[in-house]
């Protein structure tokens, strides 16, 4: 089945630093890959999304690009902001039929000033 | 102008106890989904609905029983509740069924504190 590996928790980075999450994922076919953030006390929302191998979403300053040759779809962002502490996870869509998304486990993100 | 809401936000209970969680999103999707987060955040999907449909029914105990009045609402109840159904639920829409590259769109959350 289909399956998402993110790098452990907690993150904690100084502001201004530059941030990498990794993800790699197992699937089969071609799913679409997922961000997700979720900030304290609220519910999941988009961060950005890449549908094809070599896409690149980007959003906030944040990217990922869809490697379909390492499995990978790493979350980069070049400067941290304390607001973008959260927790963030990476997300795969099921190529094969109804919406099922399978989500990472998540990765807690600190940032202080 | 919430597009997905819930209620209650915080729910505390004896074990034993019969409740619910309700969902509204206003967004007009086809699909709404269900999902239970942990502890630790771990994200496990419960149920999802078509147009009123059950079409992903995970390993889930039947003291849960998803129901959807219509395709803008779905509802989760509980019965006989237990310790280890504490946790954060929360309910989610997209715009249609199939396809893979759809946006979910996720409500707040639910905390259920099953006493």
């Known amino acids: 089945g289909n399956s998402v590996t993110q790098m452990e928790g907690p993150v904690t980075l100084s502001e201004e630093a530059f941030l990498t999450i990794n993800c790699t994922y197992t699937?089969?076919?071609?799913?679409?890959l997922f961000w997700y953030v979720q900030y304290p006390g609220e519910g999941l929302q988009l961060l950005l999304k890449a549908t094809k191998a070599d896409d690149k979403g980007s959003n906030k300053g944040f990217e990922a690009t869809y490697r379909k040759e390492t499995t990978s779809f790493h979350l980069e962002k070049g400067s941290v902001q304390v607001s973008d502490s959260a927790v963030y996870f990476c997300a795969l869509g099921d190529s094969g039929g109804y919406q099922k998304v399978t989500f990472g486990t998540g990765t807690k993100l600190q940032v202080i000033p | 102008d919430t597009a997905v809401s819930q209620t209650p936000k915080y729910l505390v209970t004896q074990m034993g106890n019969d409740k619910s969680i309700k969902c509204e999103q206003n967004l007009g999707h086809d699909t709404m989904y269900w999902y239970k987060q942990d502890s630790k955040k771990f994200l496990k999907i419960m149920f999802s609905y078509n147009n009123k449909e059950l079409i992903i029914n995970e390993t889930v105990p039947n003291r849960f029983s998803p129901k959807s009045p219509d395709k803008a609402h779905l509802n989760l109840h509980i019965n006989s509740l237990e310790l280890g159904d504490s946790a954060v639920y929360f309910c989610a829409s997209s715009p249609l069924a199939g396809g893979s590259t759809d946006t979910q769109y996720f409500g707040p959350g639910t905390r259920l504190t099953v006493l």
């Open positions: 699937a089969t076919g071609y799913p679409s």
